[in-house]
């Protein structure tokens, strides 16, 4: 079962393919003079790129610049597992200057890296992240991508591409009462049949 992220506070959130542009999305950006709240739908640094949301910095400021795109939702309540996934490409510019990161943060201080564990190259190759959210289920949560640029000399405009965010909820399947039934008496029947089998006369 695949859900749509919905906030709780805020409009539900169905745009996870980007198929609205930039609905239901909020997005900042920070030249360092300080950050500012943008709409991602006019915005330069935020567009749709073959249906995928394209976040870019700023060529021009080379000096520093910072884009952010996030949403705020309530991960569904479950008695199964929950898994948040999206598929992502970064092209940094300089290795040693480009940062990119995907948070989801609880909102009472926890911050959860969902690109751990991947080196700067394996993110660079792009790819899909599943992050297990079974633990934050039923909590409101926010989901922050961030782009960071400080290299001095590149003008060129470092990217991130993110699209198919989706949760996906799994859960354990319970037999009906009526199949319990069913099994537990086809068991007795069974234990019942090798026990007479041991009763018979040999020969």
Do not use: C, K, Y
Not at 183 to 189: A, K
């Amino acid at each position: 079962m695949i859900f749509g992220l919905s906030g709780a506070h805020a409009a539900p959130f169905t745009n996870g393919t980007f198929d609205s542009n930039f609905a239901g999305w909020s997005a900042e950006i920070d030249d360092g003079f300080g950050v500012l709240a943008v709409n991602p739908d006019t915005d330069p640094q935020f567009n749709i790129v073959g249906g995928q949301a394209q976040i870019a910095t700023d060529e021009v400021d080379n000096l520093f610049f910072v884009a952010t795109l996030f949403q705020t939702f309530d991960l569904p309540s479950t008695v199964g597992t929950l898994d948040l996934s999206f598929d992502f490409d970064w092209n940094p510019t300089d290795s040693g200057f480009d940062f990119v990161s995907a948070v989801l943060d609880d909102g009472v201080g926890g911050l959860f890296n969902l690109f751990d564990g991947l080196s700067f190259d394996d993110i660079a190759a792009g790819g899909t992240v599943n992050f297990d959210a079974t633990l934050l289920a039923g909590q409101t949560v926010t989901i922050d991508f961030t782009l960071i640029d400080s290299d001095l000399l590149i003008t060129t405009a470092d990217v991130l591409l993110v699209d198919n965010l989706a949760i996906t909820e799994t859960v354990a399947v319970v037999p009906e009462p009526a199949s319990l039934l069913l099994f537990g008496t086809g068991l007795i029947g069974l234990v019942a049949f090798r026990i007479a089998r041991r009763a018979q006369p040999i020969g």
